[in-house]
């Protein structure tokens, strides 16, 4: 249900501000999402009332009682997406639309209330202009912003989803996301543990994907590996997706990505990168990939690169695969020509280098 209600926002500014200096320390290496801006964003929902309560304000805790439904039964949902500062000195958002229009069907597939579009990104919109200072100038850093809304009902009976609800917005300066710039990943193919069968909530942005998914991720941490990479839950053989990135295949000049069943997380990268490939002249096509076939293209030689894709680490090549039945090494092991072209259009639209020609870039101020 989404409300026609115009909200205004009500801005508390902080009166704790980090200093200027205290401020330049940590953007010098800001990590991942290690350290947050002064401010964030709240909206509350009450059903019956629509969003109300709509605030920018200091950054801090929250005080809920341990009975609020989140705690229990995980009705949560999250978004992530960039806004990077631009050669020109602008301040922009990378298709910022498709981050509320996924939000929404994330929401609704949680049984929680769907935030206007406008209002989503509006309050992305405010939450920059006020922390802008906190937007690294240092080339491929960006200030990671984190919009996430949780179930705040207090009570533990189950037969209906929560009645309030909390969105919010948090930010934070950011590095690579993987350490150590582009470096080839290693993945562990999970034969144990799956992420989303048919019907679930692979397809939603939620957390509670990510709470299965931390035993399968160290379970691939002990096998020597960096990554895990889940397979369908019903055969265990055909391709999914990486930790909390899409994957792509290239064979040549053909680019092929697990098609969205429902049980992966449709990216936006993954999306733009589908239209990008078009644009270089290359065929790129969703489909579907076994384990299998994945080992016979490398043994071929068919199959030159493997790379995932997301915002957090926009795209990170697969370097090598281990499964129970062993492993095996993707070309030479190392980034592909391809992987490093997509890495280097993609960025360059993101920070302004190259011309937007699909009108990706969301100005901020
Ligand atoms: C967020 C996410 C992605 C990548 O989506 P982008 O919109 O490209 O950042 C891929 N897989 C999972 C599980 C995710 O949570």
């Known amino acids: 249900m989404t409300t026609a209600q115009q909200l205004s926002f009500d801005v508390q ?31 509350d929902y009450t059903e019956g009332r629509g969003w109300h309560d709509a605030r920018l304000m200091p950054y801090g805790p929250l005080t809920l009682d341990p009975a609020t439904s989140v705690f229990h039964y995980a009705q949560e949902l999250f978004e992530g997406l960039k806004a990077y500062r631009q050669s020109s000195g602008s301040i922009v958002a990378f298709r910022p639309y498709a981050n509320a229009a996924r939000f929404n069907r994330s929401a609704a597939r949680m049984a929680m209330p769907e935030l206007p579009e406008e209002t989503f990104v509006e309050s992305l919109e405010l939450l920059v202009q006020t922390d802008r200072d906190w937007v690294p100038t240092t080339e491929g850093h960006s200030l990671y912003l984190r919009p996430f809304m949780i179930a705040t009902q ?9 009645r309030t609800y909390k969105y919010m917005v948090i930010a934070s300066p950011a590095a690579a996301y993987f350490s150590g710039g582009v470096k080839p990943v290693s993945v562990w193919l999970s034969q144990d543990y799956t992420r989303a069968a048919p019907g679930g909530t692979g397809a939603a942005k939620c957390g509670g994907n990510y709470a299965a998914a931390f035993v399968a991720q160290r379970q691939a941490v002990e096998n020597g590996c960096d990554q895990v990479v889940w397979l369908d839950a019903a055969e265990h053989r055909y391709v999914e997706e990486m930790g909390g990135m899409n994957l792509f295949f290239v ?3 053909r680019l092929l990505t697990p098609a969205l069943t429902g049980t992966l997380l449709p990216g936006i990268t993954r999306d733009s990168l589908l239209t990008l490939a078009a644009d270089l002249g290359l065929t790129a096509e969703e489909g579907r990939l076994s384990i299998d076939e994945w080992r016979a293209g490398c043994a071929s030689g068919e199959l030159t690169e493997v ?6 680490a926009v795209i990170t090549p697969v370097g090598s695969v281990k499964g129970v039945e062993g492993g095996w090494t993707i070309g030479d092991g190392g980034p592909g020509k391809l992987t490093m072209r997509f890495r280097e259009e993609l960025m360059g639209v993101q920070y302004g280098t190259r011309p937007d020609t699909h009108n990706w870039v969301h100005k901020i101020c």
Do not use: K, W
């Open 13 to 43: 500014l902080s009166d704790a501000a980090r200093t200027p200096a205290e401020r330049e320390r940590v953007l010098a290496d800001p990590g991942f999402g290690q350290t947050f801006t002064d401010h964030m964003i709240s909206i």
């Open 307 to 312: 790379f995932a894709c997301g915002t957090a």
């Open 251 to 253: 064979y040549g000049d």
């Open 154 to 162: 207090s009570g533990l009976g189950v037969n209906y989803p929560s």
